[in-house]
């Protein structure tokens, strides 16, 4: 079946300090990958996504890169905030699978000023 | 705004007693799902919809009721909650099948 595993957490950094969280997938057929933030108290927003091989999603800094090959979508961002501290989820979907998104554990991200 | 609105956000229950939480999605989406979300457990499906007056079971119906009169909303019933279904809830909504979901605030819920 479908799976995500992403690197287990928590991880902390400090400002300005270069992300990376490691995520790879198991899935029949072409999935859509997805990276998704969880602020505390909050609901999911999805960060990126990207829906073929080698295409990469950016968004506020953040990117990870569609690589079929290593079955991976590693998230990174350059220069972290203390903003960017949340609960980060690696997610996929495929076609056959309807609306179901099959979510990795995710990381929690704690940045130090 | 494009958003999915649940309601309540925080409810506390006594065991047996019936609840729904509603669920409204104003995106114009065909699919719709209901998510718990537990500790060491992750992310798991309840229940999804694919249309008005379709719906299938997920990873964890058991206990769950869900209808889909309307497009727009996907309430979640609990008939005879149980300590057991103390959990952060999400409902979220997605233009079609293999697209990106779009997540409501959640609803925290205790039975006690």
């Known amino acids: 079946g479908n799976s995500v595993t992403q690197m287990e957490g928590p991880v902390t950094l400090s400002e300005e300090a270069f992300l990376t969280i490691n995520c790879t997938y198991t899935?029949?057929?072409?999935?859509?990958l997805f990276w998704y933030v969880q602020y505390p108290g909050e609901g999911l927003q999805l960060l990126l996504k990207?829906?073929?091989?080698?295409d990469k999603g950016s968004n506020k800094g953040f990117e990870a890169t569609y690589r079929k090959e290593t079955t991976s979508f590693h998230l990174e961002k350059g220069s972290v905030q203390v903003s960017d501290s949340a609960v980060y989820f690696c997610a996929l979907t495929t076609y056959s699978s309807a609306s179901k998104i099959i979510f990795g554990s995710g990381t929690r991200l704690s940045i130090r000023p | 705004e494009a958003q999915v609105t649940q309601n309540p956000r925080y409810l506390i229950t006594v065991t047996g007693k019936k609840l729904t939480v509603t669920c409204s999605q104003n995106?114009?989406?065909?699919?719709m799902s209901w998510y718990r979300q537990d500790p060491g457990l992750g992310l798991r499906q309840i229940y999804y919809s694919m249309n008005v007056e379709v719906t299938d079971k997920g990873d964890v119906p058991e206990g769950y009721k869900v209808s889909r009169k309307e497009k727009r909303n996907f309430p979640l019933i609990l008939e005879s909650p149980s300590p057991n279904q103390t959990s952060l809830y999400f409902c979220?909504?997605?233009?079609?099948?293999?697209?990106?979901?779009?997540f409501g605030q959640g609803t925290r819920l205790t039975v006690v």
């Open positions: 899935a029949t057929g072409y999935p859509s």
């Open positions: 990207a829906t073929k091989a080698d």
């Open positions: 995106m114009n989406h065909e699919y």
């Open positions: 979220a909504s997605s233009r079609g099948r293999g697209t990106e979901a779009f």
